[in-house]
């Protein structure tokens, strides 16, 4: 991180002043911008709060989307305002992330809570020692099955927040694309792996897919769960990025993990052991709202669904390797070559298919995953 200058920084620190002196009714002074290296399309910046007449925090975290130049663009960044309003609105302690102080969506600026002194959840989970490796993974599965319990049976408070933000007629974006990899991945594979899709399994890929728009174990979701996108820091597991933020089947975000990451190349070793501790502890602390889960069978039946789905999705985006896609995530701190990460992909898919007793997917996974290894 490092002090920067740049006029687009002035811009986004002056549009911040303006917006908080509108809100509070008295001059608010912001000096000291640090980049804290946002992605292509923003720029997320910490500053200091040099005049503080209403007892704002003494640094805050300032986003700032780029030019709107589509509907998805403008759906992205209305997204993750009512995400962050409603994840603000639940008890401190259940809350997954920086609180929301501010927006503005003619400057698309988002002014949140600071949440300090942090260490990338990346660089743990990238060390050589075994038990921090195994310790980090279990305490995020632990902080989504929190952010879960917290938010069951609210769905219709945030879709109350989308109507407000004139965002319910927007699509769910992933959802779309998700069902676009449904259509599009056995042709894929067929053509580039020479691998064919059984109708069973084409079957259980559709039937996954729908656990986006429905499912039985629904709850509020970041989607984004990249390494990049989440911190520790002394109140435990935090998630940043709401661009993606909705309800979904919460095994969907349990098994984004399990299979690593399948939005971008990041990619960590995960032994059956530690994808059974972190479903393990994900289950402990959702289970009193979902008993069914207690079944070791029902578990695993759903895992191996939703991380199909997401490895379909994931194929879907890396496999024809177009480099717009593949440039935005390969500078990720734990990227690794596309193949190599939708290899262990369908391994692990395999491996959790295998356990629920799902023969047809789990040949077709094996099958994949020694093609790509090939």
Request: proline share 3%.
């Amino acid at each position: 991180m490092t002090a920067i200058l740049a006029d687009p920084v002035s811009e986004v620190v002056a549009a911040a002043e303006r917006l908080l002196t509108r809100r509070t009714g008295a001059t608010v002074t912001l000096v000291d911008p640090i980049d804290l290296g946002g992605s292509g399309r923003t720029i997320v910046l910490r500053v200091r709060v040099a005049e503080n007449p209403f007892s704002l925090p003494r640094t805050l975290v300032l986003k700032q989307y780029g030019a709107v130049e589509a509907q998805g663009s403008e759906n992205a960044f209305l997204r993750e305002v009512v995400s962050y309003q409603f994840a603000t609105a639940l008890a401190t302690e259940s809350r997954p992330g920086a609180e929301l102080l501010a927006s503005d969506l003619p400057s698309r600026l988002l002014v949140l809570t600071d949440l300090g002194d942090s260490t990338p959840f990346a660089e743990l989970v990238g060390k050589s020692d075994h038990d921090t490796v195994t310790n980090t993974l279990m305490a995020m599965a632990q902080a989504l099955g929190r952010m879960h319990a917290a938010t069951v049976g609210r769905e219709e408070d945030f879709t109350a927040l989308l109507r407000r933000a004139e965002v319910a007629h927007y699509d769910d974006a992933i959802a779309s694309q998700v069902d676009a990899a449904v259509e599009s991945v056995p042709q894929l594979l067929s053509d580039m792996l020479g691998v064919t899709v059984s109708d069973e399994v084409r079957a259980v890929a559709s039937r996954a897919a729908k656990l986006f728009r429905s499912g039985g174990f629904r709850a509020f979701s970041s989607a984004d769960l990249c390494p990049d996108n989440i911190i520790v820091n002394d109140e435990g597991v935090r998630f940043l990025d709401y661009e993606w933020g909705g309800f979904r089947d919460a095994l969907l975000d349990i098994a984004y993990a399990r299979v690593s990451f399948p939005g971008c190349l990041c990619s960590i070793e995960l032994s059956q052991e530690r994808a059974d501790a972190m479903a393990d502890a994900w289950r402990a602390e959702v289970v009193g709202m979902w008993p069914a889960l207690a079944d070791d069978d029902v578990l695993a039946a759903r895992l191996a669904e939703a991380e199909l789905i997401w490895v379909w999705f994931s194929t879907w985006m890396f496999l024809p390797g177009e480099g717009e896609r593949v440039a935005a995530v390969r500078d990720h701190t734990l990227s690794v070559p596309r193949i190599e990460a939708l290899q262990r992909r369908w391994a692990q898919v395999a491996m959790s298919a295998e356990r629920a007793g799902n023969a047809a997917v789990a040949h077709h996974a094996t099958e994949v995953a020694a093609r790509l290894a090939d």
